[in-house]
């Protein structure tokens, strides 16, 4: 499935981020940081992912009205949604 450049450009840059702070709540493990701020960071880091997951779907929908041959499955990317819930 492709997806226009802007959306996998934003996309990259948010995982690209995610990515950084993964390696923070590795870090936290490592120094033996609190429990609790652990936990919170992994909060974050799940809620980014399903930003990112959102922004996906939502830019291949946007896609998908304004240019109704652009390859994108409807049926796929309503799949994909409601493998997110």
Known sequence: MQFPDEVSAD????????????RGVQRMIDDGEDCHAVITQLSACKSALDRVSYRLIAGGMRHCATQPDGGIDVEELERLFVKLG
Do not use: C, F
């Open 11 to 22: 996309v990259t840059n948010r995982l690209r981020r995610l990515e950084g702070q993964i």
